[in-house]
């Protein structure tokens, strides 16, 4: 992402099952999975268009135990760093479980190798992610769970329940709420940009966090503009009453402590905000000459 004329820009353009970029327009950065809960970790490569001030994480989730899940395949353009992240993690062989938020090309890039590589596992899914789905991919029914917002599935150590978040893009989205470690996966929902690497959203800046986090929120789902406000606020407390510890999505730090409270309060406030305004013609113009100058970028590991 880059501020362009007043905006701030996502060059880096995942967003979606026919979404596409150049290489050479971004550079990711494969740090280190991070451990956010026991036995759950955090997959976070982060793209950031060359010369842009700040850039978005592209996560995805692992949980281990006696039957392990992931949460999430990430993008097909890095899918030598995630495979190499997450099997590091896990055995392919071990893996019963592979929960898909939704249909959008961020978090389903790497789903049939996956169904290849941990031919164990469960897809859990919906009926229509998989009808959105059948254009571009067969997925094997009998190797289909499908669970609905509000629906739970049972593992050993563990109840894993499906829950919407307050945001989305995508009808089919559902979160994951883990009643063993209280991590809540979000999903598209309590993103921001951020200035570089960081564990945190403590780390950011709080005026910056203020206007991103808000502004992401609207891109993600503009039409909160036309939702009844109380309405809106009964879906936040439905995520809120399952007092998570921890929360992490697909495009974002992590949250925990008070910075979830905060972020509810945020999200409550959503339907009476601007709606964010959208880069035009003028604005794709200026990036296509700003790239046509520069280098191309590579993929890094640290």
Not at 28 to 44: K, M, N, Q, S
Not at 231 to 246: C, E, M, N, Y
Request: with cysteine.
């Amino acid at each position: 992402m880059r501020r362009v004329g007043g905006h701030i820009v996502a060059t880096c353009a995942l967003h979606g099952p026919s979404a596409t970029v150049r290489l050479m327009d971004i550079s990711v950065t494969f740090p280190d999975p991070l451990r956010v809960a026991e036995g759950t970790y955090l997959i976070r490569p982060l793209a950031q268009a060359p010369g842009a001030p700040v850039a978005m994480h592209i996560n995805s989730m692992l949980i281990q135990g006696p039957e392990p899940v992931i949460v999430d395949t990430g993008a097909a353009l890095f899918r030598e760093q995630w495979v190499e992240q997450v099997f590091s993690l896990v055995d392919p062989q071990d893996v019963r479980w592979i929960f898909l938020s939704h249909d959008d090309g961020d978090h389903t890039g790497n789903l049939e190798l996956t169904l290849e590589m941990c031919p164990n596992a469960t897809l859990v899914t919906s009926w229509f992610a998989t009808e959105r789905m059948s254009g571009d991919v067969v997925l094997p029914l009998h190797r289909q769970r499908w669970v609905g917002d509000g629906e739970s599935f049972e593992l050993p150590d563990r109840t894993l329940v499906a829950v919407r978040p307050p945001t989305f893009d995508s009808p089919t989205t559902r979160g994951l709420y883990d009643s063993s470690t209280g991590v809540y996966w979000t999903s598209d929902a309590f993103g921001t940009p951020v200035l570089g690497l960081i564990d945190h959203i403590d780390e950011m800046p709080q005026a910056m966090l203020e206007e991103t986090a808000m502004a992401f929120s609207s891109m993600l789902s503009p039409w909160h503009e036309v939702v009844d406000a109380t309405k809106f606020g009964r879906w936040v407390d439905r995520v809120a009453a399952l007092h998570p510890t921890v929360m992490v999505g697909a495009h974002g730090p992590m949250l925990s402590g008070a910075s979830i409270g905060l972020a509810f309060e945020r999200m409550r406030h959503l339907p009476g905000a601007p709606v964010a305004a959208m880069p035009d013609q003028n604005v794709l113009e200026q990036l296509i000459a700003m790239f046509d100058q520069q280098p191309a970028a590579t993929l890094q590991t640290v």
